[in-house]
């Protein structure tokens, strides 16, 4: 290899600003120690086919989609019932 041909290409930099959950995030989803974030985030993969909530309930009437009045009852116990998870780090 002939290393006076070789030469680092320019590359266009953005600094942009995260929330300190969102760098951590990042941070820990690299490979190795010296990965950068412009790797990081090539490496991920964006959802293309969301929906919205408007989108949805019409997707919901035109199949008839619909509970029964016992499975409407039911959801809505468990939702009154939900709580927090147990933690499971509490008093260690």
Known sequence: MDLCNVH???MAT??????????NR???????????????VLRATWP???ITAKALLSLLGTRRTHL???ELD????????????EDK????
Request: overall charge negative; cysteine-free; charged content about 40%.
């Open 48 to 50: 293309e086919d969301t």
């Open 89 to 92: 780090w509490a008093g260690r």
């Open 26 to 40: 990042l941070r820990a989803a690299r490979r190795y120690p010296d990965e950068s974030f412009s790797e990081v």
């Open 14 to 23: 953005k600094t942009i600003s995260l929330k300190d959950e969102a760098y």
């Open 8 to 10: 680092s290409a320019q």
């Open 74 to 85: 039911r959801t809505e116990a468990l939702k009154v019932k939900d709580e927090p998870a």
């Open 68 to 70: 029964r009045t016992d």
